[in-house]
């Protein structure tokens, strides 16, 4: 099965500063059709995850600018570029281009 | 609005069975493979199952962690997915979400708790 590694997996940050999380994938994540499925979520305390990026670097309806994705084969990164009080909550990335699906261990963003 | 709601969740005792319902609304439910996602307390987010649209001849996939004794099936009729879970363990104990789609899930039910205890 395929592992995703995430870090840091706690990331104490300042208002208007920006942060950067990584994810790393035991196997290349692109698929025979050529894309390349790995997403992020963001999961606030008692709330259902949302996603915010798919497809490495495509942001969802909604989603702040300040959000951005970015990486290629095994290695991602998620960027918030100027991080806000809203961001805070755990992020994960997620893979769905091999049987089964597999999310990171989660990184935990705080206001510092 | 797409919307999922999953229901059934509750407290049951080890070995015994316990089936989630996970009802859509606001796209064409028989189009999009369900998975679900489930996250014990305090912890991370596991892959549990998914069903796939009657195009791919609706078939089943498991995390091994619940292979032989959950499975997923779906009534397309009335846009709702279930879960059925056998020989629960406490392991088990955990918030189950369905969601929309596999490789990018994109809309997430809020969660049902189950939770596994004598």
């Known amino acids: 099965d395929v592992v995703m590694t995430q870090s840091p997996l706690s990331l104490p940050v300042i208002l208007g500063q920006p942060a950067s999380i990584s994810c790393r994938s035991s196997?290349?994540?692109?698929?025979?059709?050529?894309?390349?499925?790995l997403n992020w979520f963001h999961q606030r305390p008692g709330q259902s995850p949302r996603r915010l990026i798919y497809k490495v670097s495509n942001r969802d309806s909604g989603v702040p600018d300040r959000f951005s994705g970015s990486g290629s084969g095994t290695d991602f990164t998620l960027k918030i570029s100027r991080v806000e009080a809203e961001d805070v909550g755990v992020y994960y990335c997620?893979?769905?281009?091999?049987?089964?699906?597999?999310f990171g261990q989660g990184t935990k963003v705080e206001i510092k | 609005e797409v919307q999922l709601v999953e229901s059934g969740g509750g407290l049951v005792q080890p070995g015994r069975s316990l089936r989630l319902s996970c009802t859509a609304s606001g796209f064409s439910f028989g189009d999009y493979t369900v998975t679900w996602v489930r996250q014990a307390p305090g912890k991370g987010l596991e892959w549990v199952g998914i069903?796939?649209?009657?195009?791919?001849?609706?078939?089943?996939e498991y995390a091994a962690s619940v292979k032989g004794r959950f499975s997923i099936s779906r009534d397309d009729s009335r846009s709702i997915a279930y879960l059925q879970m056998n020989s629960l363990k406490t392991e088990d104990t955990a918030v189950y979400y369905c969601t929309r789609g596999r490789r990018e899930p994109d809309y997430w039910g809020q969660g049902t708790l189950v939770t596994v205890s004598s």
């Open positions: 196997q290349s994540l692109v698929y025979s059709d050529g894309n390349t499925y």
């Open positions: 069903i796939r649209s009657k195009t791919y001849s609706g078939t089943t």
């Open positions: 997620m893979q769905g281009t091999h049987w089964p699906g597999a």
